[in-house]
């Protein structure tokens, strides 16, 4: 969303969805986003519930090195999706404070988003299970073998797998001091799994909006529920831009 006038998306009284969307973003003064694994799969992501399913009949289950090992193979085999470089747009623009998600893929900081709250971890918050060193960054994993530590020897895990599945405190901090300011919420793929943390926090007056093609909890706090997928949603934003006097992009910048 580089160089746009945000108010180029005004519209009248009957609007449609993307329409109310524009309007709801070009009014807001503080704006976060939630997602889950939605936002990935429109980039032809993988889940964790996914891969279980292929290894299973291998030798071992979440948490074992053939579990990892494919996972971060799957990781490195698929790229962010239009809707990750649309936020990333949105924050570079001014208009996005910061990304909640579950997702621990990295994919909205490989996209180029600054302020990301991974609640779950993720591949950039790594340690070695045999004495603890820690390795922040997702780029240990871009290896053919999985990483070894460079004083020990053992083997280097990254958040949810030597944590058991805990959340990652200082993501859960940064969620509830964003989601505390913010006057517009977009819910994006996520059923919400692990709001608890953080939901609460949330300002009472907050815009809400859902992007998600099937039915989730969010559906009866939502002020307006777009049933899209995200991708589809975030360009139909881009060509009502365009169509208003913008420069379309062919980077995948808004």
Request: charged letters at 25%; proline letters at 2%.
């Amino acid at each position: 969303m580089k160089g746009i006038r945000m108010g180029f998306l005004r519209g009248g009284r009957n609007v449609d969805k993307i329409q109310k969307l524009a309007d709801y973003i070009d009014q807001s003064r503080s704006m976060v986003a939630i997602t889950g694994a939605g936002i990935s799969l429109a980039g032809g992501g993988i889940t964790y519930s996914q891969l279980s399913r292929t290894v299973r009949s291998g030798s071992g289950g979440f948490g074992s090195d053939e579990f990892l090992r494919s996972y971060v193979k799957a990781m490195h085999n698929y790229k962010p999706s239009f809707s990750h470089y649309a936020l990333r747009d949105l924050e570079a623009a001014g208009k996005l404070t910061g990304i909640i998600t579950t997702n621990e893929d990295c994919m909205h900081t490989m996209a180029g988003s600054k302020n990301v709250a991974e609640i779950q971890g993720g591949f950039q918050i790594n340690r070695c299970s045999k004495c603890g060193r820690h390795y922040d960054g997702y780029e240990i994993w871009n290896q053919e073998e999985l990483p070894k530590c460079e004083s020990c020897g053992g083997s280097i895990l990254p958040w949810e797998f030597y944590s058991h599945i805990s959340l990652w405190d200082e993501g859960v901090q940064k969620a509830r001091e964003w989601i505390s300011e913010a006057d517009l919420i977009l819910v994006i793929g996520t059923n919400g799994y692990y709001g608890s943390a953080y939901w609460d926090y949330r300002r009472r007056d907050a815009v809400i909006v859902q992007i998600n093609p099937g039915h989730t909890g969010f559906d009866r706090v939502a002020a307006l529920n777009i049933r899209e997928a995200c991708d589809d949603v975030f360009k139909k934003l881009i060509e009502r831009w365009s169509g208003n006097g913008g420069t379309g992009s062919s980077e995948r910048t808004i």
